[in-house]
Nanobody
Framework: QVQLVESGGGLVQAGGSLRLSCAVS????????MGWFRQNPGKEREFVAA????????RNADSVKGRFTISRDNAKNTVYLQMNSLKPEDTAVYYC???????????????????WGQGTQVTVSS
């Protein structure tokens, strides 16, 4: 069983930065592709960024390109989401997820993931 625990959320002013972390349990972290999604009340969970198991391929949603960066540290079983130039519309609960797929197409979809964390709240004030 794989467990994911997000941290690093909080309140930040527009234009500021936050770094989210997602600690993953299990010995096979390096074999999972990882992704970040976000969700607001009453709305569908939306894709933010994904990183292949090798770390060699990434995919970002158009809304965060040039501002957010996903990365991983296999030695620490952790995936990160560095968020810069934050906007009020980035406010959401952010979820990390683990996937056994290496397809960037599939990693942009909810159905591409096998395990999910509980989420961390990010609030960006104007």
């Amino acid at each position: 069983q794989v467990q994911l625990v997000e941290s690093g959320g909080g309140l930040v002013q527009a234009g500021g930065s936050l770094r989210l972390s997602c600690a993953v349990s299990g010995r096979t972290f390096s074999s999972y592709s990882m992704g970040w999604f976000r969700q607001n009340p009453g709305k569908e969970r939306e894709f933010v960024a994904a990183l292949s198991w090798s770390g060699g391929s990434t995919r970002n949603a158009d809304s965060v390109k040039g501002r957010f960066t996903i990365s991983r540290d296999n030695a620490k079983n952790t995936v990160y989401l560095q968020m810069n130039s934050l906007k009020p519309e980035d406010t959401a609960v952010y979820y990390c997820a683990a996937s056994q797929s290496g397809s960037l197409w599939l990693l942009g979809r909810l159905a591409g993931y096998d395990y999910w964390g509980q989420g961390t709240q990010v609030t960006v004030s104007s």
